[in-house]
């Protein structure tokens, strides 16, 4: 089984500086991990994923993630924030063996820009 | 991008009724669906997965009788919330697993309340 935690409920930040989200999981199996962005009223979209390769992932609207095995963790971030980058965030992890289709999600972190 | 549409966004029933929740995949065919369902502050919890002419799966806790999945087409999914009762009440989410690509996506969400 797999499990997800976000630390931070609400992050707020000024506009144009950087953010970062925290992600920590814990799996007995590997895993592949994902970011997902939630706008109000509006469905979940794919940010990034970490399959396998390269730790660091670059995802849309400028977003990167890195992947650390030793202290599984999946830590969003990104350099220069933007209000309309306002939204829920969510880390969700799904194994690699027998329930590799299910995704289990943290419970999302309400990013907040403010001028 | 692929869309997935769910239907209604917003229902309000009285206790002891049934809700059918559409979720259709509009530009692609999906070959498995799921339904999540997600309390305020809270992570998005998997019910059941279904597949394309087949029984769903269901999640352990989750009640079969109550919460009826049907996957009758390559592009719709219901989920029907039988004898609705106030506790019922929360933002369900389905999404949809493209054929071919495998990539998943997400519709809006629909929220019951159960009064």
């Known amino acids: 089984a797999q499990s997800v935690t976000q630390l931070d409920s609400q992050v707020p930040v000024f506009e144009e500086a950087p953010v970062e989200l925290r992600c920590n999981y814990s799996s007995s199996v590997s895993v592949y991990l994902f970011w997902y962005v939630q706008y109000p009223n509006q469905g979940l979209q794919l940010l990034l994923k970490y399959l396998s390769g390269s730790t660091l992932v670059k995802g849309i609207n400028g977003f990167e993630a890195e992947f650390n095995k030793s202290q599984t963790s999946f830590h969003l971030r990104k350099p220069s924030v933007h209000i309309s980058d306002t939204a829920e965030y969510f880390c969700a992890v799904s194994g690699l063996t027998g329930g590799g289709n299910k995704l289990t999600f943290g419970t999302g972190t309400q990013l907040k820009v403010e001028l | ?115």
Request: hydrophobic fraction near 35%; glycine fraction near 6%.
């Open chain 2, 1 to 115: 991008g692929a869309v997935v549409s769910q239907h209604p966004s917003r229902v309000i029933c009285k206790s002891g009724t049934s809700v059918k929740i559409e979720c259709r995949s509009l530009d692609f065919q999906a070959t498995t669906m799921f339904w999540y369902r997600q309390f305020p502050k809270q992570s998005l919890m998997l019910m059941a997965t279904s597949n394309e002419g087949s029984k769903a799966t269901y999640e352990q806790g989750v009640e079969k009788d109550k919460f009826l999945i049907n996957h009758a087409s390559l592009t719709l999914s219901t989920l029907t919330v039988t004898s609705a009762h106030p506790e019922d009440s929360s933002f369900y989410i389905c999404s949809a697993r493209a054929r071919g690509t495998g990539e998943l996506f997400f519709g809006e969400g629909s929220r019951l309340t159960v009064l």
